[in-house]
């Protein structure tokens, strides 16, 4: 915990003693969606640790399921109510606020910044994502 609290690693994971009140689908921040092989695949990113999951349509993710997406949303269906989560959002449907795991370059924030379609990618933290994202794809195609 030393480690954590006192050393350039640690630094804007929250206050130390302070627990995250935040609910799983406040946690959970859609970075982005991407046709891959011959379907649509989208990558939600957890704000307490940075862990980015990937999930088709029909996928169980946190309390539900992925019903449907598209090129800048997710339909995401619980038991009592489906909602659009557009790219840069949460699961509870609220904007992506900064998080623990998300720094001034990170996919959250990134995502959140992305521009309406039709716009040109300007900002360099988006510039970061997609190229991550292109580099990703190119080592998954050649394995």
Do not use: I
């Not at 999930?55 to 800048?72: E, F, Q």
């Not at 269906?77 to 959002?89: E, F, I, K, L, W």
């Amino acid at each position: 915990m030393f480690l954590k609290d006192r050393t350039r690693a640690g630094r804007g994971r929250g206050r130390p003693g302070r627990p995250d009140t935040r609910t799983d689908e406040e946690c959970l921040t859609l970075t982005g969606v991407v046709w891959q092989g011959r379907q649509w695949v989208a990558f939600f990113e957890d704000a307490r640790d940075g862990h980015v999951q990937r999930a088709a349509t029909g996928d169980a993710v946190c309390h539900g399921t992925v019903a449907g997406m598209t090129l800048d949303s997710v339909q995401y269906s619980t038991d009592q109510t489906t909602t659009a989560v557009p790219v840069g959002n949460t699961l509870a449907g609220t904007a992506a606020a900064s998080s623990p795991a998300a720094t001034a370059s990170g996919p959250a924030e990134a995502a959140a910044s992305q521009p309406a379609s039709g716009e040109a990618v300007s900002s360099p933290a988006a510039n970061d994502v997609l190229e991550r994202m292109r580099q990703r794809r190119a080592q998954e195609e050649s394995q």
